[in-house]
C-alpha cells in the first residue's frame, strides 16, 4: 500500500486535569509578579494545581480509562500503547507506557515510551501511524501520556517565569487503522540542538547524583545554565522554528497555510502565540488560546481540540494543526482532518 493512501484516524480521546486551579491573583504573591501581568503577559487567568495523587502515569491513566469509557473499546483490542508523556514520573528508570498497559488491562498490547517533552504529542501521532503503516498486525493503538515537569520548576528564580504557566494534565487518544473519521496526515519536527542545556535537571542524574542538602535548597529542580543566552536563542529561533514545523507538515500532507481551519498549539505567552498566527496567516480565532489552563504540558492540543469543537470553529473537513513544543529544544506539527474523509 501506498502510504498516501494509508489511512489512520483518530476514534476518541479522554483528558485529565486536576480539579483545583490556582488563580492568578493567588498565584501572584507566591512569585512575586502581579496579576495582571501573569494575565496579560503569560497569558493566563488560571491554572491547574496537582493533588497528592497526580502524578505522571495516574494521570495518563485516568485519562486512559476516560478515553476507552468514551470509545466503547475493549483494553483488549489495543496492540500497541505508546506513552507521550514525561519522564519526570512516579518512579526513575521506569517504562510508563508498559504501567499503563497493566493498569488498563490492555493485556495482548505492547508498550514502549517515547519522550520530546512537550512537543511529544505531536510526535507521537507520527510515530503510532507509521508503526501501523510498517507493522500491519497494529490495528488499535492507544497514545497516553501525562506531564508533571510544573512540580520541577522552581518559583524562586525570576529567569525561570516563562515556565510559571505550567501545570499537570493527562491525555489519551485511541487510534484505529482505516477509521473513516478524523484522519491524521502528515507531520514534521525540528529540533533545535544549540539550546540542548538551556533547560535541564542538573541533579539527580547519573553526572550529578542528588545529595543529601539538595530537598531542602531546591537543587532537584530545573535550572537554566546560561538564561542571556538561552532568552537570544529562543528570540533567533523559536518562531522561525514552530512555523517551520507547520509549514513541513502541511506540504507532506500535500496542503498550504491556507489550507488550516484551526490549530491546537501548545500554550505559550500571547505576543509569540499571535507572532505564530499572525506568521502563518492564520486568523486569531482559529487558534486555541489556552488561557484559563496555562500550560498542561502534552494535553495541551487536546484541551485546544475540545475547545475548537465546543466553539463550533471545528468542523467536518477542517484541517487541524496539532502544535507542540518543549525545552530541548523541539518544536512538532502534525496535521488531522477532522470528520469523514472526503
Given at each position: 500500500m501506498n502510504k498516501q493512501d494509508f489511512q489512520v484516524g483518530i476514534v476518541g480521546w479522554g483528558l485529565y486535569l486536576p480539579e483545583n486551579f490556582i488563580?492568578?491573583?493567588?498565584?501572584?504573591?507566591?512569585i512575586?509578579?502581579?496579576?495582571h501581568i501573569i494575565r496579560e503577559k503569560m497569558g493566563f487567568d488560571r491554572k491547574p494545581v496537582g493533588g497528592p495523587e497526580d502524578h505522571c502515569v495516574e494521570m495518563g491513566t485516568k485519562a486512559a480509562r476516560q478515553c476507552l469509557s468514551k470509545t466503547g473499546v475493549d483494553p483488549k483490542e489495543i496492540d500497541l500503547?505508546?506513552?507521550?508523556?514525561e519522564d519526570y514520573k512516579e518512579y526513575v528508570c521506569w517504562t510508563a507506557g508498559i504501567a499503563v498497559q497493566e493498569n488498563i488491562g490492555a493485556s495482548n498490547a505492547w508498550a514502549f515510551d517515547v519522550a520530546l517533552r512537550c512537543a511529544g504529542t505531536p510526535l507521537a501521532l507520527k510515530v503510532a501511524k507509521d508503526l501501523m503503516f510498517a507493522n500491519p498486525e497494529l490495528?488499535?493503538?492507544?497514545?497516553v501520556g501525562g506531564n508533571t515537569n510544573c512540580y520541577l520548576v522552581d518559583y524562586r528564580c525570576p529567569e525561570q517565569s516563562f515556565m510559571f504557566d505550567m501545570a499537570p494534565g493527562g491525555l489519551a487518544m485511541i487510534l484505529k487503522r482505516d477509521w473513516p473519521e478524523n484522519r491524521i496526515l502528515e507531520s514534521h519536527v525540528i529540533t533545535e540542538s544549540s539550546m540542548h542545556m538551556d533547560v535541564i535537571g542538573a541533579k539527580g542524574g547519573s553526572k550529578n547524583p542528588l545529595e543529601k542538602d539538595d530537598v531542602e535548597n531546591n537543587g532537584w529542580k530545573l535550572i537554566m545554565p546560561d538564561p542571556a543566552g538561552m532568552k537570544q536563542r529562543l528570540g533567533d529561533k523559536s518562531l522561525p522554528a514552530f512555523t517551520g514545523a507547520v509549514r513541513g507538515a502541511l506540504e507532506r500532507?500535500?496542503?498550504?497555510?491556507?489550507?488550516?481551519?484551526?490549530?491546537?498549539?501548545?500554550?505559550?505567552?500571547?505576543?509569540?502565540h499571535k507572532a505564530i498566527l499572525a506568521e502563518l496567516g492564520v486568523a486569531e480565532d482559529k487558534g486555541a488560546y489556552l488561557q484559563q489552563y496555562g500550560h498542561c504540558g502534552h494535553a495541551d492540543q487536546i484541551i485546544g481540540l475540545e475547545m475548537g469543537l465546543k466553539e463550533g470553529k471545528i468542523t467536518d473537513g477542517t484541517h487541524v494543526v496539532f502544535l507542540g513544543a518543549g525545552?530541548?529544544?523541539?518544536?512538532?506539527?502534525?496535521?488531522?482532518q477532522w470528520g469523514g474523509t472526503k
Open positions: 488563580t492568578a491573583e493567588e498565584l501572584s504573591p507566591q512575586h509578579i502581579p496579576s500503547v505508546l506513552w507521550a508523556g490495528k488499535t493503538v492507544m497514545v500532507s500535500g496542503l498550504t497555510q491556507e489550507d488550516i481551519g484551526y490549530i491546537c498549539p501548545v500554550h505559550i505567552n500571547p505576543k509569540g525545552t530541548g529544544y523541539a518544536f512538532s506539527a502534525t496535521v488531522i
